[in-house]
């Protein structure tokens, strides 16, 4: 888990994130944890987790530009939580 849940909102981390979660190698309670060290809403989180870890949302579909967050850096924007980070 040390290249996941960094905060960067980059297309790399949310893919690694979603594989690891769609694999196995992290439970859905350390994706929801993670999301919320993030960040993130635990609701919000625990929805992603259940949407991929079913399949109905794909790790291509959950690292786009268009599901990330404040549409993450892979847009050029900041997230809204990397504004407070100094």
């Known amino acids: 888990m040390a290249k996941m849940f960094q905060g960067k909102q980059t297309p790399a981390e949310e893919m690694a994130e979603a ?3 769609k694999s196995g190698k992290i ?3 350390e994706y929801v944890k993670g999301e919320m060290s993030e960040g ?3 609701a ?3 929805k992603k987790a259940e949407a991929l870890k079913s399949g109905k949302m794909s790790a291509k579909e ?3 530009p268009k599901k990330m967050a404040d549409g993450g850096m ?3 924007h900041r997230s809204q939580q990397d504004y407070g980070k100094k």
């Open 27 to 29: 439970s859905k309670g």
């Open 74 to 76: 892979a847009c050029g």
């Open 62 to 64: 959950y690292a786009s």
């Open 19 to 21: 594989k690891a979660l």
């Open 44 to 46: 919000h989180a625990a």
């Open 40 to 42: 993130h809403g635990k």
